[in-house]
């Protein structure tokens, strides 16, 4: 997979436009978020097989238990990677829409690295939260 001739400028426009979006479980929650980016980076939904199909944090970790046996974040980060040629670079080394992993106490949560490359956007509440590269845990190149 690679990434489209214009992935900047379509990862900005996606970013807008979920950059006010309210989180909800099955529309805009931090896998759905990723996918949407990586799609709008490459054309390619790696989540096809996940939307539509939950509303709730409980029925999102039961589909995600079921795809890859696990329910969790990072299980179901490295099984699309795996499934779709993504491969695992280190924390420090990713780059602008790289896909990664944060880690905050027992939840984890997936986000895209920022367009200047040192901060993660993952969805919030009302919007997109921004923290730093370093408190992620895992990243793969997009």
Do not use: N
Not at 8 to 31: E, M, N, P, W
Not at 100 to 105: F, M
Request: glycine share 8%; hydrophobic share 40%.
């Amino acid at each position: 997979m690679s990434r489209l001739p214009d992935w900047q400028t379509r990862l900005s426009s996606y970013i807008v436009t979920c950059a006010h979006t309210r989180f909800k479980y099955g529309t805009l929650d931090c896998g759905l978020f990723a996918a949407g980016a990586i799609e709008s980076m490459t054309g390619i939904d790696v989540a096809a097989s996940l939307r539509g199909k939950y509303t709730t944090r409980t029925e999102a970790f039961a589909e995600i238990k079921a795809l890859c046996g696990f329910p969790t974040m990072e299980a179901v980060a490295q099984h699309l990677a795996e499934e779709h040629g993504f491969f695992e670079v280190p924390v420090l080394c990713a780059q602008r829409g790289d896909a990664v992993v944060l880690k905050s106490g027992r939840r984890s949560t997936l986000g895209i690295v920022a367009m200047h490359g040192t901060e993660v956007l993952t969805p919030y509440r009302h919007g997109l939260l921004r923290v730093p590269l370093s408190l992620a845990t895992h990243a793969y190149r997009i």
